[in-house]
């Protein structure tokens, strides 16, 4: 099919719109800003005509001007193709939900249809459902499964069939990953959590208890171990370490932690989780066991659930730190349309992150308190980030 600049001309073609729609294009890429010279040449037009041109569409107000005179688009160009893309979801908790409602809005203001499928956290469902995007003919894939052991196997579907892939958090073979700096997300909270036991208990403390989620494999347990090896250079004496398995879990982290409990006696405990649930179910546990003043603990995600808890005057919660889900969509539709326009991509994003504490909480998260979030549900839901 020939494209618009191909097109012949028609009797009713106005030549100074059409001049104007030609440096139009040159801002199909809406993240970037073009000196005069560079809209020029991309456009094919003189520099005398192209600068007034550009005056009077930054008069319009379909382009703006920064203080260096370079001009950006206030307008989002959209192409000729629509693009089918599919998105696997891990599950349907509060950073999942964040994530895809995030993705959402961000495909709906551009020429994509979304696909989505869940893959339950289940091996088997995580392989069909990749096999499903695969014969519905997507043009690129999102995939967000916890289990780093079936990775290769479902990046192997999308290679096979030519299919771009981007990996959310867990990385495959040959996509492209987005997701967090685990090194430096684990060293954040292993500060924070350093610097409460100074506070609390000048430095020193009896254990430090992991819980872990060892089917992601070894990129996410980096959080935990960069946040061990703060902790163990900063405290005061030597620490019993305990690690558990929580699978990322509250229910499994509060059985787990409570079982752990009645076989020693009180100490003062430093608590790290791979995410807030299992953090969050531990400390339950300690409630339970009436050594809520024996703990403090540091999650990573920064949900609904952790953020109502730091807003506890009781809680032992110390910070979570926030990986903010709500923001991936924006990223990951960006990421897509640059690999699907041919354009030059890293091999990865990194998002940002940021620690939440109970001083914060409330400047990042303002409507908290009016859309009601609560750790209520926290006992039946697996938080797999």
Known sequence: ????????????????????????????????????????????????????????????????????????????????????????????????SALVQGLRWAAESRPIDLIEV?????????????????????????????????????????????????AVEIPHPNALFLGIDNQRAGVVGGKALLKAAQAHWDGACDEMLFLDLEIAGSLPH????SAQNVLRNGV????VLTHLDSRGEFVRSFELTRRHLQLVPKRRTLVMGINDYAVLGALRAFEEAGRNNMCLAVSYGGGPEARRELRLGSTRL?????????????????????????????????????????????????????????????????LRK
Do not use: W
């Open 318 to 382: 110390v910070a979570t730190v926030a990986f903010f889900p709500e923001k991936y969509g924006e990223n990951l539709v960006r990421l897509a349309l640059d690999i699907l326009s041919k354009r030059t991509t890293p091999p990865a994003v990194y998002m940002p992150v940021q620690l939440l504490t109970r001083k914060n909480v409330s400047d990042f998260y303002p409507n908290d308190t009016l859309t009601g979030s609560s750790a209520g549900n926290a006992s039946t839901s697996i």
């Open 222 to 225: 980096m959080r935990l171990s």
């Open 118 to 166: 869940e893959n339950r956290y289940s091996v088997k469902v995580a392989l069909k459902n990749a096999q499903h995007l695969v014969s519905r003919g997507v043009d690129l894939a999102i995939e967000f499964q916890t289990y780093e052991r079936i990775g290769a196997k479902v990046a192997q579907f999308f290679d096979e069939a030519q299919i771009p892939l981007i």
């Open 1 to 96: 099919m020939a494209s618009r600049k191909d097109l012949p001309a028609s009797p009713y073609t106005l030549e100074g719109v059409t001049r104007a729609c030609k440096i139009l294009h040159v801002f199909e890429d809406d993240r970037k800003a073009f000196s005069l010279t560079e809209v020029a040449e991309g456009a094919g037009l003189e520099r005398t005509v192209c600068f007034r041109l550009l005056r009077t569409l930054e008069e319009q107000g379909l382009l703006r001007r920064s203080d260096r005179g370079r001009y950006a688009s206030n307008v989002r160009i959209l192409s000729g193709k629509r693009f089918r893309i599919g998105y696997a979801s891990q599950t349907n908790d509060s950073f999942c």
């Open 236 to 239: 005061h004496k030597e620490c």
